[in-house]
C-alpha cells in the first residue's frame, strides 16, 4: 500500500513538473510576425508584462519540481514542502488569472477601451499562448491535489495520535 502510495505521487509530482514545463515551453516559443502593407509587427510573449509573469513563475515552480522529485521520502523537509506547496500553488494560480486576462483580451478585444481583438490577425501566437494556458491549467489543478495530499499527508498521524 505504501509503494502505491508513493509511486501514485511521484507521478502526480512528475505530472505537475512537466505540465509547468510544458507551458513555458510554449509560451516561450510563441511569436508571429505579420505584414500589413509596408507596416511589420511581431507579437511575442514578452510585449506584456502577464504573460512575462506567466513564464517565470512557472519557470520556478518548475524548479521547485524537479527538486522534490528528488527528495528522499524519508527526508524531514518533506513538512516543509506542504508549506511550500501552498505557496507555488497560490503562484500558479495568480499567473494564470493575470495570463487569461490579457488572453481574453486578445481574443474578443475590450470595447469600452477601443481595444481591438488581434487573434484574427496572428492566430498562431494565440494557438500558442491558449496551449500555454492548457498546460498551466493542468499544473494549477495538478498543484491543489498535491496540496491537498501533502495537507492530510502532514495532518493524519496528528490526528491519529489524539484518537
Not at 92 to 99: E, F, K, M, Q, V
Request: hydrophobic content about 55%; overall charge positive; proline content about 3%.
Amino acid at each position: 500500500m505504501a509503494n502505491t502510495r508513493r509511486i501514485c505521487l511521484l507521478l502526480l509530482r512528475f505530472l505537475a513538473f512537466a505540465s509547468t514545463l510544458s507551458a513555458v515551453i510554449v509560451m516561450a516559443t510563441s511569436h508571429q510576425r505579420i505584414s500589413f502593407l509596408t507596416i511589420s509587427f511581431e507579437t511575442r510573449y514578452t510585449n506584456s508584462p502577464a504573460f512575462k509573469y506567466f513564464v517565470i513563475s512557472n519557470s520556478v515552480v518548475t524548479v521547485y519540481g524537479f527538486l522534490v522529485l528528488l527528495l528522499p521520502e524519508e527526508s524531514l523537509l518533506w513538512r516543509l514542502v506542504v508549506a511550500m506547496d501552498l505557496v507555488f500553488t497560490m503562484l500558479l494560480i495568480s499567473s494564470i488569472s493575470a495570463a487569461l486576462a490579457i488572453a481574453e483580451v486578445g481574443k474578443n478585444g475590450n470595447n469600452y477601451a477601443a481595444w481591438v481583438p488581434i487573434c484574427g490577425s496572428v492566430p498562431k501566437f494565440c494557438n500558442q499562448v491558449t496551449g500555454a494556458l492548457i498546460a498551466g491549467f493542468i499544473s494549477v489543478i495538478t498543484y491543489m491535489i498535491l496540496l491537498l495530499h501533502s495537507l492530510h499527508t502532514v495532518l493524519d498521524p496528528l490526528l491519529l495520535k489524539k484518537s
